[in-house]
């Protein structure tokens, strides 16, 4: 298991809605910076992943909301790698309120590694630096 | 278990990405559109329910994706109610293309009617007629 | 110049803000939608000409805002060319409440076509029926 | 006339679309956090003028584009007060790729400063401080 990877964000009055807090799919929004975050910090940009032409799709994923988020508040997105084959790979989230600690939600996103042709490709043979450091089976 | 109810989208530009196909958030846009379309349609304008000071924040999600969705296609989005006690709500859904009948994406949504200071309240008693139209438990 | 092509759409949850309206960016979106609604009644659907290579970047855009939507209402976009030299076009639109037909906001985009290597390109050559039907100089 | 306050953030994957590019609605998300990025500093967030039954919608904008954005990349976004005399207040933005400096998109958004009831308020006197560090007529 990984350990949490964070990313900064502050709220955008963009991402509000009527119910005067965050509206509940920003979150996933909010989990995907976490998730490339993570991955360029590991120095794989997932701009160049996929400039090598792999694809990243989210095939599954589950939210959990705890707590709504509010305007211009700072959010720290907790990100970690719960499994990673080579072929799959699976992404744990916490969206944490950064004033107190208070965990707003957390999620799961399932992700198959494909081609430009949506053909899964096994990214421990294609980049096998990539597997070196996130690889969790 | 009520029925589907279907309503009908076309995709926007702005909701696709990078990859060509519609950014996966989307459908969950498409789920809420399809829950408040399935409640005008009981008569139940969830723009009327908020006004009397009842919301329907959600509390879980999940979505599964099996094939994307483009630019410009027609989507079916299908919506019931799965469970709905007067307190608790879970909507289901299938996002379909409607050229050939595909499905897209399913997922399901949990739901806990609250008041404006977020307390839950018991819809059974507060708005009878729509747990009447409504109820599955 | 053309005369006013009208869409319908109705406010998406996802579309307000904490302001309790819809937040400004989405009348821009909605414009989009209008215009590519008025592209395939014309028989060009946007996504066949982008397979076909060309593009319709925007390069500058304005709007005012009249009066605010709201949640659940129905908007009527309308939308016209009111000018096309084949090379450039500028789209004019006004979103109006369906109920009242209130003007809420009206605006313009500017755009112009280019390839994949976002090189300009005369649709008056490359796509004369599509040039017959909205050429306005 | 104010100098310009620089904000930093990263593209993020939401925000493209199929052609490969950043949405142009979203450079008016970023002049956004631009806006209340510049209040903040000086003291003001905008969550707390709001709280205080102040609000500042956008009554017009417009936007010009010269470079697309791309995924991932690090965006400069400069915000200034243009004018502002109590009531009405306009901020002008640049968009800057980080990398090079290059421009990427400018333009303007004129607001008025409202009670939540939508009446005009003069914030020459509602807020004194603010309009010392912030009026430019």
């Not at 996933?28 to 799709?57: C, K, N």
Request: charged share 25%.
């Amino acid at each position: 298991m990984q350990p949490w990877h964070e990313t900064s964000l502050r709220v955008r009055y963009q991402e509000t809605d009527k119910m005067g807090i965050v509206y509940h799919t920003n979150y996933l929004v909010w989990f995907e910076v976490g998730r490339t975050d993570l991955l360029r910090h590991h120095g794989m940009a997932y701009s160049q992943i996929e400039q090598m032409g792999y694809l990243l799709p989210v095939t599954d994923l589950e939210c959990h909301y705890v707590e709504p988020a509010k305007y211009e508040e700072e959010i720290i997105v907790k990100t970690k790698v719960e499994f990673f084959n080579g072929v799959r790979i699976v992404f744990a989230y916490e969206a944490v309120r950064k004033a107190d600690g208070a965990l707003l939600a957390h999620g799961k996103t399932y992700h198959a590694w494909v081609d430009v042709k949506m053909r899964p490709v096994n990214m421990k043979k294609k980049l096998p630096e990539l597997y070196a450091k996130l690889g969790v089976e």
